[in-house]
Nanobody
Framework: QVQLVESGGGLVQPGGSLRLSCAAS????????IGWFRQAPGKEREGVSS????????YYADSVKGRFTISKDNAKNTVYLQMNSLKPEDTAIYYC????????????????????WGQGTQVTVSS
């Protein structure tokens, strides 16, 4: 069965950094676009970032541009989300997900196109 496993979450002070990992098993991650999403308590799940499989193009939510960086290591079958300058409003459960579709600037954040999801990792930004 396909698995996506997130890790790297935790408690960090405002202004701090975390690097989340999304490890894929039983499929080759490089054949899929991978997205990062987050869900805060009482809020809807929202797109954070996505990376295409074909050309490695990347997309970001306006709220994280300039602070977060998505990358992938095909040899390790893992996608990363480097999060810097963290703010309390970044507190959420972070999920990674895969889609066979090519994503674009107008579609990458659509949850419905991502067929498989990880279990999530908690990120808490607090002093």
């Amino acid at each position: 069965q396909v698995q996506l496993v997130e890790s790297g979450g935790g408690l960090v002070q405002p202004g701090g950094s975390l690097r989340l990992s999304c490890a894929a098993s039983r499929f080759i991650l490089g054949y899929y676009a991978i997205g990062w999403f987050r869900q805060a308590p009482g809020k809807e799940r929202e797109g954070v970032s996505s990376i295409n499989n074909s050309d490695g193009s990347t997309y970001y939510a306006d709220s994280v541009k300039g602070r977060f960086t998505i990358s992938k290591d095909n040899a390790k079958n893992t996608v990363y989300l480097q999060m810097n300058s963290l703010k309390p409003e970044d507190t959420a459960i972070y999920y990674c997900a895969r889609t066979k579709s090519q994503v674009s600037g107008g579609t990458w954040y659509n949850l419905w196109q991502y067929a498989d999801w990880g279990q999530g990792t908690q990120v808490t930004v607090s002093s």
